[in-house]
């Protein structure tokens, strides 16, 4: 086959560009709203006065948000969503979401309503998805190495779909889950995403021939190849290298005896860059597979991320005399959550959040700080006791800020809370407000 060609600057189609400007409408109301709710929700706390963690950190999620990017998926990738495009036999075409980055249970009935599937890990996970009346056929269990009892767990729940990368995986398939319908995860080229899954997970491309034929010899339904280029990917060919691997092992499942029908192109697609990806994507799956193959994928983080913004709380604040006596005074800032907390990501998804002053004193300034304000250098810390809980070891932020004012930090949907722990006794499954900024989504959620 010809090599697919790479675009590097994606022309908008009429559609691409009418939903652009949809979304930038609406996300100025989207701001207004998550302004007012964190408003609202601070003067409502007297922090000489309430309760012990009355002035906790808590987020402000935007379900309008989700709904957006499930929209913008539909424009770029029309052939890997929810609402179009052929069936496979056994199941209709969704859209698998990864369960992990995010387990907050209004975004995932949000994403019920609109007909996607969900990519779960675990019987926790898979057990979450049922408990919202999501059909077994929209789930894969997408974990290629799995405890024993989770499979009989699927099993049970007619949860078919599940991925493998090794022999050892086949064998306890076979013994606990037979009719299980398998797909086959490959190993990629993952070297320049956040957080590399290729050196934990697939099979490399020179074993995937033998472990076909070993599943043949078991008598298993073996029904896709999948592939996953890492979370966070920053490099758009690496989905076509991957597509192209994955045509190379539906030939070798030919020669075994194998009908293949259906690829996973799994996650690693970022908030920033959907468009690039979907512009070397779409037209290699459409080169190298017909139509007559199912196309799933596995965004996670794609849709969550932007949909969050958490407000901290000033706790404490030191001067740091090294710099006074310089004359050019810093500050050491203790927030009441960190890394050990919401700000997980910064520990296991390689994140630098951004801190942003939301209330100093008796004035709001959520994204209205005047661009002349004077800058004062400062360090942001978590409030357990371990030296490691740093948010951010140097950031510059107007105003001298003071204990009781706050602080606040967008795109932290994805792995921030689902990762949190209860070190030092800090985190306490914090709250989340909810605004919907979409009228679409709604009427989803009122129906």
């Known amino acids: ?22 979304k930038a409408a609406h996300e100025v109301l989207a701001q207004s709203m998550i302004a007012h709710a964190l408003q609202s929700h601070i003067e409502n706390i007297d922090p000489d006065q309430c309760e012990a963690g009355g002035e906790d950190a808590f987020f402000v999620a935007d379900l309008g948000e989700i709904y957006r990017q499930h929209m913008r998926w539909k424009v770029n990738l029309p052939r890997i969503e929810p609402f179009y495009g052929i069936h496979s036999r056994d199941v209709p075409l969704t ?12 975004v995932l009935r949000l994403l019920a309503k609109l007909g996607t599937g969900f990519d779960c890990a675990s019987k926790t996970e898979i057990k979450q998805i049922l408990d919202l009346g999501v059909e ?13 009892s989770y499979v009989r767990y699927a099993a049970d729940n007619n949860i078919r779909m599940m991925t493998f990368d090794n022999p050892e995986e086949l064998y306890k398939v076979k013994k606990f889950f037979p009719d299980a319908s398998l797909v086959l995860r490959i190993s990629t080229d993952d070297s320049k995403a956040l957080c590399r899954l290729s050196l934990k997970y697939g099979a490399p491309l020179d074993s995937t021939a033998d472990l076909l034929r070993l599943a043949n010899e078991l008598e298993l339904n073996v029904i896709g190849v999948s592939f996953h280029v890492g979370s966070g990917s920053t490099d758009p060919s690496a989905f076509v290298t991957a597509v192209k691997d994955a045509r190379k092992v539906f030939d070798e499942a030919a020669e075994v005896g194998y009908d293949l029908r259906m690829l996973d192109v799994g996650g690693g697609y970022g908030t920033d860059n959907l468009e690039q990806i979907a512009a070397m994507l779409g037209p290699a799956v459409d ?26 709380h000033v706790i404490a604040r030191r001067t740091v005399q090294e710099d006074m006596m310089a004359g050019q005074p810093s500050y050491m800032l203790y927030l009441n959550d960190g890394v050990y907390g919401n700000f997980s990501n910064i520990i296991f998804d390689h994140q630098h959040p951004v801190p942003r002053v939301l209330k100093h004193g008796p004035n709001y300034y959520y994204n209205s700080l005047a661009k002349d304000s004077q800058l004062t250098r400062y360090s942001v810390w978590g409030p357990t006791c371990d030296g490691i809980d740093c948010i951010s070891s140097s950031c510059f932020l107007p105003e001298v800020l003071e204990v009781g004012d706050w602080l606040y930090f967008n795109n932290m949907g994805a792995y921030s809370k689902c990762s949190a722990t209860k070190f030092n006794g800090f985190n306490d499954d914090h709250r989340v407000m909810y605004v919907v900024s979409e009228a679409g989504a709604q009427a989803l959620l009122e129906s």
């Open 136 to 148: 077994p056929h929209r789930i894969i269990y997408a974990n290629p190495c799995k405890t024993a």
């Open 287 to 312: 080169r190298y597979f017909p139509p007559s193959i199912r196309v799933i994928a596995e965004p996670g983080r794609y849709y969550v991320e932007t949909a969050f913004t958490i407000a901290t």
């Open 95 to 106: 859209l698998p979401v990864a369960v992990k980055c995010n387990q907050d249970p209004a």
């Open 1 to 22: 086959m010809a090599p697919v060609a790479l675009a590097t600057s994606p022309k908008l189609s009429p559609q691409q560009r009418r939903f652009s400007q949809s």
